[in-house]
């Protein structure tokens, strides 16, 4: 049930923050940034698809390996974003620089949810 809950929360997210770096892709431009994190949010949907489709297939660890690579390109495209528009100086970033730090969110709290899971599968073995 929370797989299900998390997935639409995460397809929601990826469509949200896709669609403000669509929208303010002039800024992304001007400060010679591509507009790659749109692309790599689209992946969040595909890391609890990941644990459950995974996890009856191969197994809970690679399940977890393949979810955190869904995960892991956006943490590091948004992290890069957030402090090119920090240092930018000016308000004209404060749009970007929220889809860069929502997106940066998003991508820890599903790394959380991937420890979530590490836990209750381990404790799940060991019980």
């Given amino acids: 049930m929370l797989d299900m809950v998390l997935l639409i929360f995460f397809i929601v ?32 949907p595909l890391g609890p698809i990941a644990l459950m489709a995974l996890s009856f297939r191969l197994g809970w660890l690679p399940a977890a390996v393949a979810a955190t ?12 974003r957030i402090q090119v528009f920090e240092l930018s100086g000016t308000d004209r970033t404060a749009r970007a620089q929220g889809a860069a730090t929502q997106a940066f969110g998003a991508a820890m709290v599903c790394f959380i949810y991937i420890a979530v899971f590490l836990v209750f599968m381990t404790v799940g073995r060991s019980v």
């Fill in 13 to 44: 997210m990826a469509a949200r923050i896709a669609r403000i770096v669509v929208r303010e892709s002039a800024i992304f431009r001007e400060f010679n940034q591509s507009r790659s994190l749109a692309v790599a949010v689209l992946l969040f």
């Fill in 69 to 80: 690579a869904c995960y892991l390109p956006a943490l590091m495209i948004a992290r890069r």
